[in-house]
Each structure stands twice: as C-alpha cells, then as structure tokens.
C-alpha cells in the first residue's frame, strides 16, 4: 500500500491569502477597488501584522493587488505581460537544467508560431506587411550587432502573432520567445547565419504578404526547427572524440 502524502501545515499568511482571494470573488471587486486596512484585516481574522503583509506581498506579486505606501490595497489590473514577466527567471532557471524543458518548449512554440503565421496570412492588412517590413530592414542593418539583431527579431515574431487580432496569443508568443532568448542568442551570433535568418523571415513575409496560410506556416516551422537543429548540433551534442 502507498503511504498517503504527508498532510504539511499551513501558514497563517496562506489562510489569509485564501480568505482575501474568497473576498475578493464574493464582493465583486474590481480593478481599483479597496481592500480593507491592515487593522481591520488584523481585527477581522483574529491574526498580526505579519501575517497579513506575507499575504499581501505575495498576492501582489501575483499581480492582483497593488500595495502603495500610505494607502489601502488595490485590485491591480489584469496584466497578461505581468504574468509572463513573474515566471522569466523560474522558466530561464528551468531551461538552464533541464534539456527535456528546453526541447518542449521549442517543439511548442514551433507549433504556436507556424498557427499564427498561417492566422497571419489570413488576416494581415497593409499596415501589418508595411510594420513587418519595417522591422526586416532594421534588422538587416543591424547583422553586425547581435543585440540589436535578436531584439528586431523578437519584434519581428511578436508583430506576427499580433497579426492574429488576439492578445493572448500574442503575449505568449513573445514570452516564449523572450524565455529562450538566452538560447536563441547562439543562432545570430555565429557567423553568416543572421543572412540565413533574414532569407527565412524574408519568405515567412512573402507567404504572408501572399494571404498563402499553409506556406506562411510551413516557412516558420522550417525556420524554428532550422534554429531548434542548429542549437542542438552546437551545445547538446557530445563532442567528437580526439
């Protein structure tokens, strides 16, 4: 028979964390709402100040509370951006030690950024080809600097997946992207393959400037496992004997 899970004890803080988040679903609050003082909350749960602050503090980095100094707790506004930005550094520390992680994450976005590419074609308007080419050109100029380079490519994706009209897509396109950027920064900097990146964003925008859905997603997909094969021949291979 398996032995049941330990039963681990709960802080006070999580208590008053579950209690504040039950308030905040059964009052209705919203954005820019108040919750109430330190003392009345103290008062209320029958706890102390510490308490309270730990609960506070963490649900503000959760991005649901706003804490200013002198003032009551707000309801913070939701934030997709926020969101991503809170897990960065867990998800780079993750990537770093665990090449499983890093392999699903690229088969993923591989496959999340072929969809937008195809919604892309489908849905793009002249402004979108004009910004896109726009962002192809500075980024040719900028081949000789891989921050530069890297940071016109980021934007390059992100225009992609705004294309799609949806914000959620767009925002988690880009925060995958940003997770590996530690990664992907490999890719510009060897030599000669920022003019093999330019000639595959150069296709992605022919397809999509095309309305050619299937085409736009297959020249992203060829693009990012170019990108995914190159990385793992560079740094996941083991080296050659000698």
Excluded at 53 to 71: P, W
Excluded at 78 to 93: I, K, R, V, Y
Excluded at 176 to 189: A, G, I, P
Aim: proline fraction near 6%; charge should be negative.
């Amino acid at each position: 028979m398996i032995p049941p899970d330990p039963i681990r004890p709960r802080k006070l803080s999580e208590d008053v964390q579950d209690r504040l988040l039950a308030l905040i679903r059964d009052d209705g609050l919203k954005p820019g709402d108040t919750l109430p003082s330190e003392r009345e909350l103290m008062a209320q749960y029958g706890v102390g100040r510490p308490a309270i602050r730990e609960a506070m503090q963490s649900l503000q980095q959760a991005g649901i509370v706003e804490i200013r100094h002198g003032g009551r707790p707000r309801i913070a506004a939701p934030s997709l951006e926020l969101l991503m930005g809170q897990t960065a550094l867990a998800m780079q520390h993750l990537l770093t030690h665990s090449t499983a992680t890093l392999a699903h994450l690229k088969e993923a976005r591989a496959t999340l950024e072929a969809e937008l590419a195809r919604l892309a074609a489908e849905r793009r308007t002249e402004d979108d080809i004009v910004a896109l080419r726009a962002i192809l050109d500075r980024q040719a100029a900028s081949r000789d600097n891989s921050g530069a380079f890297l940071e016109q490519d980021g934007l390059f994706h992100k225009r992609i997946a705004a294309i799609s009209r949806n914000p959620l897509f767009e925002t988690v396109g880009h925060g995958l992207f940003q997770w590996l950027s530690v990664f992907h920064k490999e890719f510009v900097r060897s030599p000669g393959l920022e003019a093999l990146t330019l000639a595959e964003h150069e296709a992605i925008l022919a397809a999509i400037a095309g309305g050619d859905g299937p085409r736009a997603a297959q020249a992203m997909r060829d693009h990012l496992e170019r990108a995914n094969t190159l990385y793992h021949q560079d740094h996941l291979s083991p080296p050659p004997a000698g």
